[in-house]
């Protein structure tokens, strides 16, 4: 069956720093990729994609890279800020598989501290 | 606006005692989900329904029952609850099921806060 897994944290940083949280797939087929996160007392939502091998997402200085070789989809900032505190999952979204070809990993606490 | 709308979001019950969480959605999405979030489990899925018409079992269903009502509302019941569903319930839509297409991007609610005592 499919699974994704990533750092669980949590991941404890200063305001500036270079971040980067690892996720790794396993997936028939060619999955879409995707980078969720949860803001305090909210729920999920959508914090960049990739559908191909090589495509890169990119939202709010977050960048990510779709790599078959490796099937990996790491998330990167340069430089973060107090407010990127939350909880960041890895997902992927696959035909076939089990509950219905969408598969999280548990989420990485990330904690940044002025 | 336009989402997923969950009720209530905070709910307080005694075991035993049965409650119905209702989720609405007006993008017109095929596929809606219940899920459970718990410290150092992640998201767990309860029940999905593909289509109206249709649901289906997730990872942890025992204990819950689903229906979805129409193309807008999937609603989570809860018959007899016990402590160990004390948990924060997402609701989460998407336009299709089953696809690796990236436009079939889930969209959550912002979450049932459950305490069973």
């Known amino acids: 069956g499919n699974s994704v897994t990533q750092m669980e944290g949590p991941v404890t940083l200063s305001e500036e720093a270079f971040l980067t949280i690892n996720c790794t797939y396993t997936?028939?087929?060619?999955?879409?990729l995707f980078w969720y996160v949860q803001y305090p007392g909210e729920g999920l939502q959508l914090l960049l994609k990739a559908t191909k091998a090589d495509d890169k997402g990119s939202n709010k200085g977050f960048e990510a890279t779709y790599r078959k070789e490796t099937t990996s989809f790491h998330l990167e900032k340069g430089s973060v800020q107090v407010s990127d505190s939350a909880v960041y999952f890895c997902?992927?979204?696959?035909?076939?598989?089990?509950?219905?070809?969408?598969?999280f990993g548990k989420g990485t606490h990330l904690i940044i501290q002025p | 606006n336009a989402g997923v709308t969950q009720t209530p979001k905070f709910q307080v019950l005694k075991t035993g005692q049965s409650m119905t969480l209702q989720c609405a959605q007006d993008m017109n999405h095929n596929s809606m989900y219940w899920y459970r979030q718990d410290p150092g489990m992640g998201l767990r899925l309860i029940y999905y329904s593909a289509s109206e018409g249709t649901t289906d079992k997730g990872e942890v269903p025992n204990g819950y029952n689903v229906s979805r009502l129409n193309k807008r509302e999937f609603s989570l019941r809860l018959e007899s609850a016990a402590p160990s569903q004390t948990s924060v319930y997402f609701c989460?839509?998407?336009?299709?099921?089953?696809?690796?297409?990236?436009?079939?991007?889930?969209?959550f609610g912002a979450g049932s806060r459950l305490t069973v005592l």
């Open positions: 989460a839509s998407r336009p299709r099921t089953g696809t690796n297409s990236g436009a079939n991007v889930l969209t």
């Open positions: 997902a992927l979204s696959a035909t076939g598989g089990g509950a219905d070809g969408l598969t």
């Open positions: 997936a028939t087929g060619y999955p879409s």
